[in-house]
């Protein structure tokens, strides 16, 4: 059957109750060596599906539609994509590779997914905002998914904000707002990076704690949740909050320096922003806060440092 709009697409997943029950095999992109998407594998197993990372790139047409016709997933993940090392700024300098991954590829994919009937979970950016006049910070009010991205300077947002511009023209399509993920695994994600950094930007920003959220993402996935997500925990944090909170719970003897105004004021801008997480919330309004999952995080990583479990 070839879906013809969200309506269709709506009434398959209303009538299919039990959907979410039975095992269900799932090909992941960026699986292979991805972080998020290596996690990703790992949570949809422990749910005793089948998770199968793809070989293909996103922007090989024929090799995707391949590997869809011998391995059937029942959804595809879309945890690929290029971030840049050692950070975005590289894509100012491969602009064509960025587009190919992120706004060709991405969109390729979610063609292909929709010419399949599949399920597509894309695993994006909340990495599009800056605070504004009427978003300022410690205001609370966070920029909601209606609200369009208003930060286009780094080429990096901008290639996420074409794609989700298009990408949601699929019905078949959940698209999922990661910004500044966490998780205890600290070769990776924001906790890292800031103790790892020689000076600090001080700003509040929402952030998304993996281990929390990413299940999640998994659930949607069943429930083949479609349209656009804000993939944030409740609340913002301040980097230096951030830090204290480390200090407390992980390593007493940390210190750290903040950048000064004058250097500040040199700085090229970032997407610094409070994402409200109030549509997630409606599907999950357990979600914890952004300070009880971080302090979570943190005493796992602390016990992970003293070699035992919590
Ligand atoms: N990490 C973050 O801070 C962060 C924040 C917000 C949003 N996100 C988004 O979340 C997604 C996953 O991020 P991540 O942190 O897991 O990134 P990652 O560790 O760099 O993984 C991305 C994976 O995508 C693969 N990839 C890149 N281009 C591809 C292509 N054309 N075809 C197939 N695979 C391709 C890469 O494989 P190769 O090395 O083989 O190319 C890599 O394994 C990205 O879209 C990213 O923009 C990440």
């Known amino acids: 059957m070839f879906m013809h709009n969200k309506l269709l697409f709506a009434l398959l997943i209303l009538f299919s109750p039990s959907l979410s029950a039975q095992p269900q095999t799932f090909l992941v992109f960026g699986g292979t060596q991805g972080w998020i998407g290596q996690k990703l594998i790992v949570l949809f197993q422990q749910a005793g599906h089948t998770a199968i990372a793809a070989k293909s790139r996103l922007e090989n047409r024929q090799t995707i539609i391949d590997e869809i016709n011998v391995i059937k997933p029942d959804a595809l993940i879309n945890a690929a994509g290029i971030t840049g090392r050692p950070n975005n ?184 922003a409070e994402l409200s997480a109030a549509k997630l919330l409606n599907l999950y309004p357990e979600l914890p806060s952004i300070k009880e999952a971080l302090i979570n995080v943190l005493k796992q990583i602390a016990a992970q440092n003293l070699g035992k479990d919590i």
Request: hydrophobic content about 35%.
């Open 89 to 272: 700024d590289w894509c100012e300098t491969h602009k064509q590779e960025t587009l190919r991954t992120n706004v060709i590829g991405t969109l390729n994919l979610a063609d292909i997914a929709y010419q399949h009937n599949l399920h597509l979970t894309n695993m994006s950016t909340g990495g599009i905002y800056i605070y504004d006049e009427q978003h300022p910070m410690w205001s609370g009010i966070g920029f909601t998914e209606e609200e369009a991205p208003n930060f286009d300077e780094s080429f990096y947002s901008s290639t996420k904000i074409m794609m989700e511009k298009l990408i949601l023209n699929y019905p078949n399509v959940l698209n999922l707002r990661v910004q500044f993920p966490i998780s205890t695994d600290m070769n990776n994600g924001f906790v890292a990076r800031l103790t790892k950094a020689e000076k600090v930007v001080n700003i509040p920003n929402s952030l998304c704690v993996l281990d929390e959220l990413l299940p999640l993402a998994v659930d949607m996935t069943l429930r083949r949740i479609t349209g656009n997500y804000n993939f944030v925990n409740p609340g913002v944090l301040s980097h230096n909050q951030i830090l204290e909170l480390y200090k407390e719970y992980v390593d007493p003897t940390f210190t750290w320096k903040n950048f000064t105004q004058e250097e500040l004021d040199l700085m090229i801008r970032r997407p610094n």
